[in-house]
């Protein structure tokens, strides 16, 4: 099973999400997926011994059928992690995969193809991008009630299918010029 593969290579961190669905042979995964393992640790032979990821694909959901990935959400916090996250998963992305990545510093949403799958890239600002996620899909708290959390991602999945943003199709070339400089405010504590 592909999250049993991703999880023996330490792909999947930070797991709120791992089981399958209602459907037979249907998984679903919310968490981060590592898009740049750490470097080994010092001393180590041991490929599982490593130091933190050095770039995720955060607050992740995937819906995965036939060991392929069909839905694929997350937030990059940079447009240029994009082909990164494509070379890393394409061997296991379904040709129908439906993609809907959030990124941190593209100051307007558009689409991009790359390897035969469109990613619809939408600004992100603030918040959860689980919620960013059902909000954008018109998904109220009350379609998934009494779902479990596997069933939810599904959900998600089959309202993502029908989703048509007004945005155009670009050149990743295209995309990389509406990038912008992410200004995060700095957090205080308690003194």
Excluded at 95 to 116: R, S
Excluded at 151 to 178: L, M
Aim: some cysteine; proline content about 3%; glycine content about 6%.
């Amino acid at each position: 099973m592909l999250l049993d593969t991703y999880q023996a290579k330490g792909l999947l961190t930070v797991t709120l999400v791992n089981g399958q669905t209602s459907d037979a042979g249907v998984y679903a995964y919310r968490g981060d997926l590592v898009l740049k393992e750490g470097k080994l640790r010092e001393g180590t032979t041991n490929t599982n011994d490593r130091n933190p990821p050095e770039a995720l694909l955060t607050h992740s959901a995937l819906l995965i059928e036939n060991d392929k990935i069909k839905f694929i959400n997350g937030l990059l916090p940079e447009l240029s992690l994009l082909p990164v996250l494509v070379e890393k998963y394409k061997d296991d992305l379904a040709e129908d995969c439906v993609a809907l990545i959030y990124v941190e510093n593209i100051g307007k949403g558009m689409q991009v193809v790359l390897e035969g799958v469109t990613y619809k890239l939408i600004p992100y600002k603030q918040g959860l991008v689980w919620n960013e996620l059902l909000d954008e899909l018109y998904i109220e708290k009350n379609d998934l009630k009494g779902q479990s959390a596997e069933d939810k991602v599904a959900t998600a999945y089959r309202e993502a299918k029908a989703y048509k943003p007004n945005t155009e199709i670009v050149s990743f070339e295209e995309a990389e010029k509406n990038t912008i400089v992410v200004v995060k405010e700095a957090a205080v504590g308690a003194v």
